[in-house]
């Protein structure tokens, strides 16, 4: 197996692990809103005030281990290290070919990306189904279905989809191959579900499943979201961390 192989193979096991290891997790059981402000928050202010990225960082990571996914922390800082290191390295080849350097700027570049795809990844972890598959009700009937669907492909997908990638790997099968037996058995796992389905499409009626813990945890990372706008922009702390 070629060495191209064998990393397409890594990285998609990576990004795969990153984003659905936990499945149904309890962060799935919060509201997307309170998500998305913080995200907010953290590109416009983190963004602009450089290091206090990590501060904004930090009880995202605290969660993650509090939660005991530890292997999610991992992975997703794995995803969220290949696009800081993309861009880095692209403004180390500009500067080289302009003939200065400056380490600490590459740094700063990778560290801000970094933390910033993290942030985004935090949102997808926090994506309730159930609270979706609502919204999406109100706009069509037939649509309501469909997220809680994706997520019951996605179980068997994934965990087939890693088998098959290992499998192949040490076959030494071509990973173009390993994808496109992926994206049929996708399709026809879509196609087992969505005819034994069928009869429910207009009788089905997505309940809100939400989690009071999961709430209050998203409640106290955005009052600490505010608290550190605050004192930046109060000058109670420095406007450089």
Do not use: C
């Amino acid at each position: 197996m070629s060495l191209l192989s064998r990393a397409l193979s890594f990285f998609t096991v990576v990004i795969l692990r990153s984003i659905f290891l936990y499945g149904y997790s309890e962060l799935r059981k919060g509201t997307i809103l309170l998500s998305l402000m913080h995200l907010t928050i953290v590109l416009t202010y983190g963004l602009k005030y450089g290091p206090s990225l990590l501060a904004y960082t930090a009880p995202i990571s605290i969660l993650y281990l509090v939660l005991g996914m530890y292997g999610l922390l991992i992975y997703s800082l794995a995803v969220s290290s290949i696009p800081g290191l993309w861009m880095s390295l692209t403004q180390l080849i500009m500067d080289v070919l302009k003939g200065m350097l400056n380490p600490l700027n590459y740094i700063s570049i990778y560290v801000k990306s970094t933390l910033t795809s993290l942030a985004i990844l935090y949102v997808l972890h926090t994506l309730n189904p159930s609270e979706l598959s609502t919204l999406l009700y109100r706009a069509r009937k037939s649509l309501g279905m469909y997220p809680q669907l994706f997520m019951r492909i996605n179980s068997f997908l994934i965990k087939e989809g890693i088998e098959a990638i290992y499998t192949h790997s040490l076959k030494g099968e071509s990973v173009w191959k390993t994808l496109a037996i992926l994206m049929l058995r996708g399709d026809e796992l879509t196609r087992g579900f969505s005819e034994g389905l069928m009869p429910k499409y207009m009788r089905f009626k997505p309940s809100l499943i939400y989690s009071a813990r999961t709430i209050w945890i998203q409640l106290l990372i955005l009052g600490y979201d505010i608290i550190l706008v605050l004192l930046i922009t109060t000058s109670w702390i420095p406007q450089y961390l």
